[in-house]
């Protein structure tokens, strides 16, 4: 946290419905009166740091997965449990300026790391206590968009979000592997959204399975 990063080692995986942070795509770019989309209305902004890292400086783009920075030290495969730590969250509006409530918080905190913990469950032991080859998994959102549907108006606002993650020993604290990540859902068409969280959710899965793959082929 994912710019498309997390999260790839730390997950944060995203493919098919997430896309980098720019705001074109397959759709219009002016509706039937002529009038253009609004200028970045769908740009993320550059993910800030939340400190969870231990060296920014070593990132790199990712050879996998566009706008992402991520680090490996090539020791995973080593390890055979996992703790999930609490997942931070960092900002306290939306990339539009709209507060997120202390509520809107720990629904987004638990979202993602429920979608952690459902992918490393099923090839993994999750537990709660550091032991040996046991890897602690560190994670905070750093950014959030809210996805909204036209109200009178012909763009749809697109969701989604940025974080961050380390990967380290829980006993020593090696750092392990860490990443950085932003991403945004496309949607074809504007449409009623009933959930302004629902595109960073998506994000979250998406970042969730790429830590499970990374995590298969470090074996």
């Given at each position: 946290m994912l710019h498309r990063t997390l999260i790839t080692v730390c997950g944060l995986a995203l493919a098919g419905c997430a896309q980098s942070n720019s705001s074109s795509g397959g759709r219009p770019q002016s509706n039937t009166l002529g009038e253009q989309t609004p200028p970045s209305v769908n740009t993320m902004p550059t993910p800030r740091h939340a400190g969870i890292i231990s060296d920014y400086a070593r990132l790199r783009p990712s050879p996998d997965f566009p706008d992402t920075l991520v680090w490996n030290s090539g020791k995973l495969g080593q390890y055979?449990?996992?703790?999930?730590?609490?997942?931070?969250?960092?900002?306290?509006?939306?990339?539009?300026?709209?507060?997120?409530?202390?509520?809107?918080k720990r629904r987004l905190a638990a979202d993602f790391r429920y979608e952690i913990v459902d992918v490393l469950q099923a090839t993994y032991p999750v537990i709660t206590v550091p032991a040996p080859k046991t890897a602690r998994v560190k994670t905070a959102i750093t950014e959030v968009a809210r996805s909204a549907g036209p109200d009178n108006q012909w763009f749809r606002w697109e969701g989604g979000a940025a974080a961050e993650m380390e990967i380290v020993d829980s006993q020593t604290g090696e750092p392990l592997a860490s990443a950085i990540d932003t991403s945004t859902v496309r949607v074809r068409e504007p449409g009623k959204v009933t959930d302004p969280f629902s595109d960073a959710k998506l994000v979250f899965r998406h970042w969730a399975a790429r830590l499970g793959k990374m995590l298969l082929s470090s074996k």
């Open positions: 055979k449990r996992f703790i999930v730590d609490p997942v931070q969250v960092i900002p306290s509006d939306s990339t539009r300026g709209v507060p997120l409530t202390e509520a809107d």
